[in-house]
């Protein structure tokens, strides 16, 4: 069961990506015709754990000291959350198309594009993709914007998600060919290039940008036991258990290492980033930590 405040986080998280979306949406649509097409763009966006946004807003309030409460919903804050969700959504839509993993569920529900067209899901992700730019080019300190503008979108291109995503695919058709150092390399920039990003903006807006190399190991350490946990749980826990689809993978951690050395990863992970949560002294990132080992979901 999740905490109180990471519940709270959570909600002023939606909260924010409710009250920006319908400020933009309500903005640039004047036709009624257009409205299935914005449910299909807000659904994409709801639910889920919201991980790299609260790890986002949790580094801002740690290095800033500010509380929740003194947030307001135009600070740069939060066009950051929203950008950093939109982003992430974006990944899952297009993730999950039938060209890509065809992925019926996540979360126990029906995906985008299962859920509306297929060419809803594409023009849904592209459209959030573009949103996450002009919200981060919306954040009012200048400086701040430029840094993270470069951040996500190292994250998200050529030396990022996409790109690596790409590398994914081709591993998908080539499996013989793919080693262990590969598969490391993938899941970097893949998926944890997000969650870096996520991390580092955060640091940023609390003006503490010469202390980002200083988490660099966590934020890799981090990812790591993240997409590990997640090979674990398609391995030893079922669909109903998980909420989304799972299998056996001839590319994964427990393929490359089997199921005890795994675990045995997993749990040196585990330590490093949580000391390295306590000498930040947030009891919130020790959580988070213990949370991505021990959770089902």
């Known amino acids: 069961m999740l905490p109180n405040w990471y519940e709270e986080y959570k909600m002023f998280i939606e909260k924010s990506i409710d ?3 319908d400020k933009y949406i309500t903005k640039n649509n004047s036709n009624s015709w257009l409205e299935y097409f914005r449910d299909a763009i807000i659904y994409a966006t709801r639910g889920w754990k919201k991980l ?19 947030i307001d919903f135009n600070d740069d ?57 002009e919200l981060l080019s919306d954040i009012k300190n200048k400086n701040h914007a430029i ?3 470069k951040i996500i979108s190292q994250s998200t291109g050529f030396s990022g998600m996409i790109w690596w995503q790409i590398s ?16 490391l ?41 993240f997409q590990i946990k997640d090979d674990l749980l398609d391995v030893e826990w079922s669909f109903e258990e998980t909420w989304k689809s799972v299998w056996w993978e001839e590319k994964g951690f427990v393929y490359f290492l089997w199921l005890e050395k795994t675990k045995l990863e997993l749990h040196n992970l585990i330590v490093y980033c949580d000391n390295k ?16 080992e021990k959770r089902t979901k």
């Open 52 to 70: 790299r946004a609260i790890l986002a807003l949790e580094m801002y309030l740690s290095f800033s000291k500010k509380q929740l409460s003194e």
């Open 185 to 225: 390399e993938i899941h970097n920039k893949k998926t944890g290039a997000l969650i870096k990003a996520s991390i580092l903006s955060g640091i940023v807006l609390a003006n503490h940008e010469d202390e980002q190399d200083e988490f660099a190991s966590f934020w890799e350490k981090l990812w790591l036991a």
């Open 19 to 21: 009250i920006t979306l």
């Open 277 to 292: 949560a306590k000498e930040l002294q947030s009891e919130k990132l020790e959580f988070i930590v213990q949370y991505i």
């Open 147 to 149: 840094s993270v503008l």
């Open 77 to 133: 804050i939060v066009q950051l959350l929203v950008a950093i969700e939109c982003m992430h959504a974006y990944s899952l839509v297009h993730d999950d198309l039938p060209c890509m993993d065809n992925d019926e569920y996540r979360r126990g529900q029906l995906t985008t594009w299962k859920k509306y067209w297929e060419y809803q899901a594409v023009l849904t992700g592209d459209l959030l993709n573009t949103f996450c730019f």
């Open 168 to 183: 994914d695919m081709y591993f998908e058709e080539n499996s013989e060919n793919l080693t262990y150092s590969d598969l």
